[in-house]
């Protein structure tokens, strides 16, 4: 009889190892996905798309291992409503974030629900920035809005819990235990792996305190830009780089939360300079370069500590043994100015704050160093990772799976513009709700409160300081992207959705 027990619980253990052997290889067969967004992170201060300003070795491995798309841009740039956008796969005045004041219902159809639904196990750690609870995810350790960079403070389901240390670093050790310790290994999943850096107000971490002390960084060529060949829109914004940064920017103030060995460190890699600058006593041009320098090797501070956190996760993935099957994405919420036309944040359509970092590394599907001309938006990013992944996309997305472009397929009937709408006005930085298509030579933008209009020719003029709305030469190009323009806002029921109340 004892042998007979025995054989029956050899038999029920070999059925369970069979069965998990059976789900780890279904897991296998579908693969994982890690998104990693960065917050504030312009194409321009990344080696794989040409910066002439700072080096990032590990996202460009990825672009060398993958596909780099060159004309990757957000539908409002501003970090709330990208998010939402992302999440919904929904411009946002259907997907009811249109700036950062607006709360996310995280009931709403995201591709996250849709996949859970077919077996895909979810996670998002890091910045989140959407007021509501991300539910929609299996687990999840969020920072409390924008949250601080040192010392943060996650949103858990558990409650608020506080890890000392730099937050690059620590988000980064929560990914690393995530997927060591915590994953169901019989599934395939979906991590947001997703950085509050290099956001405003550019604190670097400890081991990036010391880069470019040496160095002067290249100025842009727009860095004292008159803003002649505009609308009036562009003179009243306020967040030039000689006005409008403040003394926590600038790093005369420090944050009030740090330990008391933080501070002390930090203080002392910008003391000399401090010292320095007090004794020079600039003005005009020169005092606008030093505050440049301050701020974009601070910035660039920040985006090293991504890059070499990112170098942690692939390594990590090297070694476990899951770089075959998992595709990892590397983007950002939208660009950033860095000094172009004198400026730092975002918002407007302009190029700088237009276009999005986008690379993709997936084994074995993705051709090694390949690059993308196509628009995208971050549109599409829903109805790609559900492509991916191999469930269905609803209907009601408006965006499309990049699958075929990843393979190397280009659809005969792929966009051939793009739609923006920026909606956070009266608002921090003064800038005016706007909305315009971009094709792949022109844009056109409406600054619709004021009226004001501006066209670019982008071929001829990359920097867009000269609109030539009123060029008769122009005519017939205007004429044609006005139509584009309302059949894109036809298209995306832009006059059905919401507007936030109009200031009087």
């Given at each position: 009889?004892?042998?007979?027990l025995?054989?029956?619980l050899l038999s029920?253990?070999v059925?369970?190892?069979d069965?998990l052997q059976a789900?780890?290889?279904?897991?296998?067969?579908?693969p994982?996905?890690?998104?990693?967004?960065?917050?504030?992170?312009?194409?321009?201060?990344i080696?794989a798309?040409?910066?002439r300003?700072n080096?990032?070795?590990?996202?460009?491995?990825?672009?060398?291992?993958g596909?780099l798309f060159r004309?990757?841009?957000v539908?409002n740039s501003?970090c709330a409503p990208?998010?939402?956008?992302?999440?919904?796969g929904k411009?946002?005045h259907?997907?009811g974030?249109?700036?950062?004041g607006d709360r996310?219902d995280?009931?709403?159809?995201?591709?996250?629900?849709?996949?859970?639904k077919?077996g895909?196990?979810?996670?998002v750690?890091?910045?989140?920035?959407?007021?509501?609870?991300?539910?929609?995810?299996?687990?999840w350790?969020v920072?409390?809005g924008?949250?601080?960079?040192?010392?943060?403070?996650?949103r858990?389901?558990?409650?608020?819990?506080?890890?000392?240390?730099?937050?690059?670093?620590?988000?980064?050790?929560?990914?690393?235990d995530?997927?060591?310790?915590?994953?169901?290994?019989s599934?395939?999943?979906?991590?947001?792996?997703?950085?509050?850096?290099?956001?405003?107000?550019?604190?670097p971490?400890?081991?990036?305190?010391?880069?470019?002390r040496?160095?002067?960084?290249?100025?842009?060529?727009?860095?004292?830009?008159?803003?002649?060949?505009r609308t009036?829109?562009?003179?009243?914004?306020?967040?030039?780089?000689a006005?409008h940064?403040?003394?926590?920017?600038?790093?005369?103030?420090?944050?009030?939360?740090?330990?008391?060995?933080?501070?002390?460190?930090?203080?002392?890699?910008?003391?000399?300079?401090?010292?320095?600058?007090?004794r020079?006593?600039?003005?005009?041009?020169?005092?606008?370069?030093?505050k440049?320098?301050?701020?974009?090797?601070?910035?660039l501070r920040?985006v090293?500590?991504?890059?070499?956190?990112l170098?942690?996760?692939l390594e990590?993935?090297d070694?476990s043994?899951?770089?075959?099957?998992?595709?990892?994405?590397y983007?950002s919420?939208?660009?950033?100015?860095?000094?172009?036309?004198?400026?730092?944040?975002?918002r407007?359509?302009?190029e700088?704050?237009?276009?999005?970092?986008l690379?993709?590394?997936?084994?074995?599907?993705?051709?090694?160093?390949?690059v993308?001309?196509?628009?995208?938006?971050?549109?599409?990013?829903?109805?790609?990772?559900l492509?991916?992944?191999?469930v269905?996309?609803?209907?009601?997305?408006?965006g499309r799976?990049?699958?075929?472009l990843?393979r190397?397929?280009?659809?005969?009937d792929?966009r051939q513009s793009i739609?923006?709408?920026?909606?956070?006005?009266?608002a921090?930085?003064?800038?005016?709700?706007?909305?315009?298509?971009?094709?792949?030579r022109?844009?056109?933008?409406?600054?619709?409160?004021?009226?004001?209009?501006?066209?670019f020719?982008?071929?001829?003029d990359?920097d867009?300081?000269r609109?030539?709305?009123e060029?008769?030469?122009y005519?017939?190009?205007?004429s044609q992207l006005?139509?584009?323009?309302?059949?894109?806002?036809?298209?995306?029921g832009?006059d059905q959705?919401?507007?936030?109340?109009?200031?009087?």
């Amino acid at each position: 009889m004892r042998g007979f027990l025995w054989l029956a619980l050899l038999s029920i253990l070999v059925i369970q190892c069979d069965l998990l052997q059976a789900k780890e290889q279904v897991a296998a067969n579908r693969p994982n996905i890690i998104f990693v967004f960065a917050d504030d992170h312009a194409t321009h201060a990344i080696g794989a798309y040409g910066s002439r300003i700072n080096q990032t070795p590990n996202i460009d491995r990825l672009a060398r291992e993958g596909m780099l798309f060159r004309n990757c841009f957000v539908t409002n740039s501003i970090c709330a409503p990208s998010r939402a956008v992302v999440l919904t796969g929904k411009h946002s005045h259907l997907n009811g974030v249109l700036t950062n004041g607006d709360r996310f219902d995280p009931e709403q159809q995201t591709f996250v629900h849709l996949l859970r639904k077919a077996g895909y196990q979810t996670a998002v750690i890091g910045k989140w920035h959407l007021q509501s609870d991300p539910v929609m995810f299996d687990y999840w350790r969020v920072l409390i809005g924008q949250g601080p960079y040192y010392n943060p403070r996650f949103r858990t389901p558990e409650g608020i819990v506080t890890v000392e240390g730099y937050t690059t670093d620590v988000i980064t050790d929560l990914v690393l235990d995530w997927l060591e310790n915590t994953r169901d290994r019989s599934k395939p999943f979906f991590l947001a792996y997703q950085h509050k850096a290099p956001h405003r107000e550019w604190l670097p971490g400890p081991h990036q305190l010391q880069l470019y002390r040496e160095e002067m960084i290249p100025e842009p060529t727009t860095l004292f830009d008159d803003y002649k060949g505009r609308t009036t829109a562009a003179t009243k914004t306020t967040m030039t780089i000689a006005n409008h940064f403040s003394d926590l920017d600038l790093k005369f103030t420090l944050p009030k939360n740090l330990t008391d060995v933080q501070r002390e460190m930090i203080e002392e890699a910008y003391r000399e300079e401090n010292e320095a600058f007090r004794r020079a006593a600039l003005q005009g041009e020169d005092l606008v370069r030093w505050k440049y320098q301050r701020y974009i090797k601070d910035y660039l501070r920040c985006v090293a500590g991504i890059d070499q956190n990112l170098g942690r996760v692939l390594e990590y993935l090297d070694k476990s043994g899951l770089v075959q099957n998992t595709v990892v994405i590397y983007s950002s919420d939208q660009g950033f100015f860095l000094g172009d036309h004198g400026w730092y944040d975002k918002r407007w359509m302009y190029e700088e704050s237009l276009r999005m970092p986008l690379i993709v590394r997936w084994p074995g599907v993705v051709k090694p160093g390949s690059v993308n001309w196509d628009l995208v938006q971050n549109l599409d990013f829903a109805p790609t990772f559900l492509d991916i992944a191999g469930v269905e996309i609803p209907s009601d997305m408006q965006g499309r799976s990049l699958l075929p472009l990843l393979r190397g397929e280009r659809p005969h009937d792929w966009r051939q513009s793009i739609y923006y709408r920026y909606y956070e006005y009266p608002a921090v930085h003064d800038v005016q709700r706007h909305e315009g298509v971009r094709t792949a030579r022109y844009k056109l933008i409406h600054y619709y409160l004021i009226d004001e209009w501006e066209l670019f020719d982008l071929e001829k003029d990359p920097d867009e300081l000269r609109s030539v709305y009123e060029d008769p030469q122009y005519a017939e190009v205007k004429s044609q992207l006005m139509a584009e323009l309302n059949r894109l806002k036809t298209l995306f029921g832009v006059d059905q959705g919401r507007e936030p109340p109009i200031p009087k």
